[in-house]
C-alpha cells in the first residue's frame, strides 16, 4: 500500500498547481506584460490585439483614458495628459530640472503631485494607473487572478526610485516578486543565465535604444550572478529624435523654412512611419500634408549619423569604464524598438564588430526575460538554475571626516546582512548619528544620502572604548533596514530606508560612472580626510588637556606648543596630505613633553591623595 502524503505546513496541499506569474515592463514610452505558457513565454495583447501600451494616462472630466485612447490628448490637453511619467519616479520636485507641461505641486524636498482637473496624482499613482492596465489585461486574457508580478526598472535607478516602482505596483494590487534590472532581464530572455558550462565568467553588452531615452549596460554574468559592470547613456535620446532628423530632412528638400505646429505634428507622424517602415523594405514613402519624398536605407543611415555616433562613444565610454575591451564580449542584445532599424543594428555591428542578438522582438525582449524570471520565483519552472537579485549601488554609512564606510558593496547577492563594529569618536559621548548613503564614491557629499537616525543613551565611556555594532540587511525585496546596538549596555536603535524621493536617473548613472573615474582620486580623498580626523582628534585631546593642565608648562614650552598647534591649525585648511602630517609630529614633540608633565602630576596627585587607611585596609 502506497504511503499517505502529509504536506509541509502552510505549503499548498496542490504543489504541483500551476500559479500564474507575470512580468511587466514599465516603459517610458511604452509599457507591456508577458507571461510563459506551457513553459514558452509569451507577450500578452489585449482585446484588440495590441501588445505595447502606450505609457499615457489621460485624466478626463469623467473617465481616465489610458495608452493609445489617451494619445490624442497629448496635444488638446497636454495638463491632464500625463506622458513619460517614468522620468518623475522617486524623485523630489527639486529633482525635476527637465521640462514638461505639467503644474506640480509640493514641496521641494518632497515627491510631486501632477495638479490634473480630476485632483493631485503622483507618479506613484500614475504609474499604478498604468500597471492595473498590464494586470487587467493578464487576468481577462489568462481568465485567472495574478499570483506575482516581476517588474523591470533601469539599471541606474536608485533606491528611491526603485521604492517608488514598488508602491506603484501595491497600489495596483500586484505583489511584487522581484523588481529586475532591464538589462539583466533581456539577457534571460536568450537564456544568457542558462549555460552551466561556463568555465568563466561572460560578458555582455545590452544595448537599449528606445523612444527617448538609451541606454547601454555591460553585465557580468558569474556564479549565478548579473553583474553591472557598466551603465551609461542619454536620458533624451531615443526614436523620437530619430523622427526628429527626419523631418528636418524633409523641410530642406521641400525647401520648407518653417512649419506649424499642427503641421510639425503631421511631419512628426509621417516620419516615424517611414522610419518603421524601413525597417521592412528597403524603399518608403516620406508622406506628409501634401508632400510625398522618397526614402531609403541609405539616405536614412546618413540623416541619423549623429545620433548613431552618440550611442557608440558612449558605448566605448562604458567598455572603458568596465576596463573591457572587444574581445571580453561574448554577446551584444539589442533592446528597444529603435534598434529595429538596419541602420543601428549595423552601427552596433560595426562598433562591436560581432552581429547583435536581435531574434526576440526588441520592444518586447525586456517583458518576456521578466517573465520567466517570476515563472521561476514563483516556483512553476523546474529546470535552470535561479537568478540571483543584487544590491543596485553600494551601501554604507558616515564615519567621521564625511568619509563613507562601505557595508554592502553594489552587485551584491541579496538577501543578505553585513555588520561592523564601530565606536565613539569623543570621551563621554553618549550618542551617534548613523548617516545610511548610497553610492560609489568615498567622501559622503558625493553619494546619496538614504536616511538618518541617532543611537541614544550609550552609556560615557573613553572615546574609541564602546563598542556599536551596526547591522545592514536588505531582504528578499530589496528593502533596507539599518540598527545599531551598543554591545556593553544594549540600546538599540533602527529604521527602515524608505526614501520619499530620489536623484534624477542622470544624478545616479554619474554616480556609478563617477565611481569608476575617480577611484584613483577618491582614495587620495579618503587618506587626505582621515589624516585630518586624525589631526583634529590630536588637537581635541590637546585643547582638553591644556584647559585643565595648562600651568604645569613654563612660559616657554607654552608658547612653543601653541605655535605648533596653530601651525596644525593652519595646515587643517590646506589639502595637502603632507603638510598635516609634518604638522602633526611637529606638535608630537612638544604635546609628548606636556603629556609626560600630566603624567607625572597624575602620579603626584595620586599618592598624595592615598590615605593610610586604604592601605591597612588592603594589606
Ligand atoms: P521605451 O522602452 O522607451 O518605452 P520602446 O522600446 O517601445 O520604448 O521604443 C519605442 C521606439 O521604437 C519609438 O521611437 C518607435 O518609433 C520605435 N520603433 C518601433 N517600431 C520600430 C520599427 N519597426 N523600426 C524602427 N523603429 C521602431
Ligand atoms: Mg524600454
Same mark, same amino acid.
Given at each position: 500500500?502506497?504511503?499517505?502524503?502529509?504536506?509541509?505546513?502552510?505549503?499548498?496541499?496542490?504543489?504541483?498547481?500551476? *500559479?500564474?506569474?507575470?512580468?511587466?515592463?514599465?516603459?517610458?514610452?511604452?509599457?507591456?506584460?508577458?507571461?510563459?505558457?506551457?513553459?514558452?513565454?509569451?507577450?500578452?495583447?489585449?482585446?484588440?490585439?495590441?501588445?505595447?501600451?502606450?505609457?499615457?494616462?489621460?485624466?478626463?472630466?469623467?473617465?481616465?483614458?489610458?495608452?493609445?485612447?489617451?494619445?490624442?490628448?497629448?496635444?488638446?490637453?497636454?495638463?491632464?495628459?500625463?506622458?513619460?511619467?517614468?522620468?518623475?519616479?522617486?524623485?523630489?520636485?527639486?529633482? +525635476?530640472?527637465?521640462?514638461?507641461?505639467?503644474?506640480?505641486?509640493?514641496?521641494?524636498?518632497?515627491?510631486?503631485?501632477?495638479?490634473?482637473?480630476?485632483?493631485?496624482?503622483?507618479?506613484?499613482?500614475v504609474s499604478a494607473e498604468i500597471l492595473k492596465q498590464l494586470k487587467d489585461r493578464a487576468e481577462a486574457s489568462l481568465k485567472?487572478?495574478?499570483?506575482?508580478?516581476?517588474?523591470?526598472?533601469?539599471?541606474?535607478?536608485?533606491?528611491?526610485? *526603485?521604492?517608488?516602482?514598488?508602491?506603484?505596483?501595491?497600489?495596483?494590487?500586484?505583489?511584487?516578486? *522581484?523588481?529586475?534590472?532591464?538589462?539583466?532581464?533581456?539577457?534571460?530572455?536568450?537564456?544568457?543565465?542558462?549555460?552551466?558550462?561556463?568555465?568563466?565568467?561572460?560578458?555582455?553588452? +545590452?544595448?537599449?535604444?528606445?523612444?527617448?531615452?538609451?541606454?547601454?549596460?555591460?553585465?557580468?554574468?558569474?556564479?549565478?550572478?548579473?553583474?553591472?559592470?557598466?551603465?551609461?547613456?542619454?536620458?533624451?535620446?531615443?526614436?523620437?529624435?530619430?523622427?526628429?532628423?527626419?523631418?528636418?530632412?524633409?523641410?530642406?528638400? %521641400?525647401?520648407?523654412?518653417?512649419?506649424?505646429?499642427?503641421?510639425?505634428?503631421?511631419?512628426?507622424?509621417?516620419?516615424?512611419?517611414?522610419?518603421?517602415?524601413?525597417?521592412?523594405?528597403?524603399?518608403?514613402?516620406?508622406?506628409?500634408?501634401?508632400h510625398a519624398l522618397a526614402l531609403d536605407r541609405t539616405t536614412f543611415e546618413t540623416i541619423i549619423q549623429i545620433a548613431l555616433?552618440?550611442?557608440?562613444?558612449?558605448?566605448?565610454?562604458?567598455?572603458?569604464?568596465?576596463?573591457?575591451?572587444?574581445?571580453?564580449?561574448?554577446?551584444?542584445?539589442?533592446?528597444?524598438?529603435?534598434?529595429?532599424?538596419?541602420?543601428?543594428?549595423?552601427?552596433? *555591428?560595426?562598433?562591436?564588430?560581432?552581429?547583435?542578438?536581435?531574434?526576440?522582438?526588441?520592444?518586447?525582449?525586456?517583458?518576456?526575460?521578466?517573465?520567466?524570471?517570476?515563472?521561476?520565483?514563483?516556483?512553476?519552472?523546474?529546470?535552470?538554475?535561479?537568478?540571483?537579485?543584487?544590491?543596485?549601488?553600494?551601501?554604507?554609512?558616515?564615519?567621521?571626516?564625511?568619509?563613507?564606510?562601505? %557595508?554592502?558593496?553594489?552587485?551584491?547577492?541579496?538577501?543578505?546582512?553585513?555588520?561592523?563594529?564601530?565606536?565613539?569618536?569623543?570621551?563621554?559621548?553618549?550618542?551617534?548619528?548613523?548617516?545610511?548613503?548610497?553610492?560609489?564614491?568615498?567622501?559622503?557629499?558625493?553619494?546619496?544620502? %538614504?536616511?538618518?537616525?541617532?543611537?541614544?543613551? +550609550?552609556?560615557?565611556?573613553?572615546?574609541?572604548?564602546?563598542?556599536?555594532?551596526?547591522?545592514?540587511?536588505?531582504?528578499?525585496?530589496?528593502?533596507?533596514?539599518?540598527?545599531?546596538?551598543?554591545?556593553?549596555?544594549?540600546?538599540?536603535?533602527?529604521?527602515? +530606508?524608505?526614501?520619499?524621493?530620489?536623484?534624477?536617473?542622470?544624478?545616479?548613472?554619474?554616480?556609478?560612472?563617477?565611481?569608476?573615474?575617480?577611484?584613483?582620486?577618491?582614495?587620495?580623498?579618503?587618506?587626505?580626510?582621515?589624516?585630518?580626523v586624525e589631526a583634529q582628534r590630536e588637537l581635541e585631546a590637546l585643547e582638553q588637556a591644556l584647559k585643565v593642565d595648562a600651568?604645569?608648562?613654563?612660559?616657554?614650552?607654552?608658547?612653543?606648543?601653541?605655535?605648533?598647534?596653530?601651525?596644525?591649525?593652519?595646515?587643517?585648511?590646506?589639502?595637502?596630505?603632507?603638510?598635516?602630517?609634518?604638522?602633526?609630529?611637529?606638535?608630537?614633540?612638544?604635546?609628548?613633553?606636556?603629556?609626560?608633565?600630566?603624567?607625572?602630576?597624575?602620579?603626584?596627585?595620586?599618592?598624595?591623595?592615598?590615605?593610610?587607611?586604604?592601605?591597612?585596609?588592603?594589606?
Open positions: 500500500m502506497a504511503l499517505l502524503q502529509i504536506a509541509e505546513p502552510g505549503q499548498s496541499s496542490a504543489p504541483h498547481q500551476h *500559479r500564474i506569474a507575470i512580468g511587466i515592463d514599465l516603459g517610458t514610452t511604452h509599457s507591456l506584460v508577458a507571461t510563459v505558457l506551457s513553459g514558452k513565454a509569451k507577450v500578452l495583447p489585449d482585446d484588440k490585439d495590441r501588445v505595447l501600451l502606450p505609457s499615457i494616462v489621460h485624466y478626463a472630466e469623467k473617465t481616465t483614458e489610458y495608452g493609445d485612447d489617451a494619445k490624442s490628448f497629448i496635444t488638446t490637453d497636454p495638463k491632464n495628459t500625463i506622458i513619460s511619467v517614468k522620468r518623475f519616479m522617486g524623485r523630489s520636485k527639486a529633482d +525635476i530640472k527637465f521640462q514638461h507641461p505639467y503644474t506640480l505641486i509640493g514641496a521641494d524636498n518632497e515627491m510631486p503631485a501632477f495638479e490634473t482637473r480630476t485632483g493631485r496624482k503622483t507618479p506613484v499613482e485567472n487572478p495574478v499570483n506575482g508580478a516581476v517588474i523591470t526598472v533601469p539599471a541606474y535607478f536608485d533606491e528611491a526610485q *526603485r521604492q517608488a516602482t514598488r508602491d506603484a505596483a501595491q497600489l495596483a494590487g500586484l505583489n511584487v516578486l *522581484r523588481l529586475l534590472n532591464e538589462p539583466t532581464a533581456a539577457a534571460v530572455a536568450y537564456g544568457l543565465d542558462q549555460d552551466t558550462n561556463l568555465q568563466t565568467d561572460h560578458n555582455y553588452v +545590452i544595448y537599449d535604444l528606445g523612444g527617448g531615452t538609451f541606454d547601454v549596460s555591460i553585465l557580468r554574468f558569474s556564479q549565478g550572478v548579473f553583474e553591472v559592470l557598466a551603465t551609461g547613456g542619454h536620458t533624451a535620446l531615443g526614436g523620437d529624435d530619430l523622427d526628429r532628423l527626419i523631418v528636418k530632412w524633409a523641410k530642406k528638400q %521641400l525647401n520648407i523654412d518653417v512649419l506649424d505646429d499642427a503641421e510639425y505634428a503631421a511631419f512628426i507622424v509621417a516620419a516615424r512611419k517611414a522610419k518603421e517602415a524601413l525597417s521592412d523594405q528597403p524603399q518608403v514613402q516620406f508622406k506628409a500634408l501634401d555616433e552618440k550611442t557608440i562613444s558612449v558605448c566605448k565610454r562604458v567598455l572603458r569604464d568596465a576596463k573591457l575591451s572587444l574581445n571580453d564580449i561574448q554577446n551584444v542584445v539589442l533592446v528597444g524598438g529603435s534598434t529595429r532599424s538596419y541602420a543601428v543594428q549595423k552601427a552596433v *555591428r560595426d562598433v562591436f564588430d560581432q552581429e547583435p542578438l536581435c531574434t526576440i522582438n526588441p520592444d518586447e525582449v525586456v517583458a518576456i526575460g521578466a517573465a520567466i524570471t517570476a515563472n521561476q520565483l514563483i516556483g512553476n519552472s523546474q529546470d535552470g538554475s535561479l537568478l540571483l537579485d543584487v544590491t543596485p549601488l553600494s551601501l554604507g554609512l558616515e564615519t567621521m571626516g564625511g568619509l563613507v564606510e562601505r %557595508l554592502i558593496s553594489r552587485n551584491t547577492a541579496i538577501p543578505v546582512a553585513r555588520r561592523q563594529e564601530f565606536t565613539t569618536y569623543q570621551d563621554g559621548q553618549t550618542a551617534m548619528l548613523i548617516h545610511v548613503v548610497q553610492g560609489e564614491r568615498d567622501l559622503v557629499e558625493h553619494c546619496r544620502s %538614504l536616511g538618518r537616525f541617532v543611537l541614544h543613551g +550609550i552609556p560615557p565611556m573613553t572615546a574609541g572604548q564602546a563598542r556599536i555594532e551596526v547591522t545592514f540587511q536588505v531582504d528578499a525585496d530589496g528593502l533596507l533596514t539599518v540598527s545599531a546596538q551598543e554591545t556593553t549596555s544594549g540600546v538599540k536603535a533602527e529604521i527602515d +530606508i524608505k526614501p520619499s524621493y530620489g536623484l534624477s536617473d542622470t544624478d545616479t548613472e554619474r554616480l556609478l560612472i563617477e565611481g569608476f573615474q575617480h577611484a584613483e582620486e577618491d582614495k587620495l580623498l579618503r587618506h587626505l580626510q582621515e589624516a585630518k600651568t604645569l608648562l613654563s612660559e616657554q614650552q607654552l608658547t612653543a606648543l601653541n605655535v605648533a598647534k596653530d601651525h596644525l591649525y593652519v595646515q587643517l585648511n590646506a589639502n595637502d596630505i603632507q603638510a598635516i602630517e609634518e604638522a602633526v609630529q611637529a606638535l608630537k614633540v612638544y604635546s609628548d613633553e606636556f603629556a609626560a608633565l600630566r603624567m607625572n602630576r597624575h602620579i603626584d596627585h595620586a599618592l598624595k591623595g592615598t590615605k593610610l587607611n586604604d592601605w591597612s585596609d588592603s594589606n
